[in-house]
């Protein structure tokens, strides 16, 4: 959580650089620069897109599914075997 502080610290004094020295640059290459300079640091931080994350909780999702399903079926395997050790 410190490095994501700290970058975020190094792009605000960066943006803020930027802008003071805003008199100088036209309007499209501050915000070119401005872009640059937060793909840049996003880019260093550990994200995921909002498809990868959804299609990674479809996966979960199912894979819950899947273990419910086993459980279940394990469980009723079980009373199977024990219902004849019961009788005796």
Known sequence: MLAAKSLLESL????SH?????????HHELEKQLKH?????????????RDEFDGQMLVLQRTRQRL????SRVQELEQQLAGPEQQE
């Not at 605000?12 to 943006?15: G, L, T, V």
């Not at 930027?18 to 036209?26: D, V």
């Open 18 to 26: 930027l802008l003071a020295n805003e008199g100088n640059l036209p």
């Open 12 to 15: 605000a004094s960066r943006a």
């Open 68 to 71: 419910e399903a086993l459980e």
């Open 37 to 49: 300079l937060l793909q840049n640091a996003l880019g260093k931080l550990d994200l995921v897109s």
